[in-house]
């Protein structure tokens, strides 16, 4: 079993930057795959990035793309996302989940572990 704790949110301005961070528990981490997801009031959650075990692989939303970057350190036990160029359609909760099922995947129901999230909140 894995437990996600994610760190990092706040309140930002337009245009700037933050980096999320979920520590995992558990020596298994790096036998699992990562993924982003976040999840504004009255929509549904939708995919951010994910990355595979070895951080060999990533995938990104379309809305994110060449603004966040998804990373790793499985000896720190931890995923990272560091957003920059922040806009206000940004601000949601993220959350960090954990896959078993092998490669990157988009979809939420992949993941087998979730963490509390974190609020990330962007003014203009």
């Known amino acids: 079993q894995v437990q996600l704790v994610e760190s990092g949110g706040g309140l930002v301005q337009a245009g700037g930057s933050l980096r999320l961070s979920c520590a995992a528990s558990?020596?298994?981490?790096?036998?699992?795959?990562m993924g982003w997801f976040r999840q504004a009031p009255g929509e549904e959650r939708d995919f951010v990035a994910a990355?595979?075990?070895?951080?060999?692989?990533?995938a990104y939303a379309d809305s994110v793309k060449g603004r966040f970057t998804i990373s790793r350190d499985n000896a720190k036990n931890t995923v990272y996302l560091q957003m920059n160029s922040l806009k206000p359609g940004d601000t949601a909760v993220y959350y960090c989940?954990?896959?078993?099922?092998?490669?990157?995947?988009?979809?939420?129901?992949?993941?087998?572990?979730w963490g509390q999230g974190t609020q990330v909140t962007v003014s203009s």
């Open positions: 990355i595979t075990w070895s951080g060999g692989g990533t």
């Open positions: 989940a954990a896959s078993i099922k092998g490669g990157v995947t988009t979809h939420g129901d992949d993941y087998e572990y």
């Open positions: 558990g020596r298994t981490f790096r036998s699992y795959d």
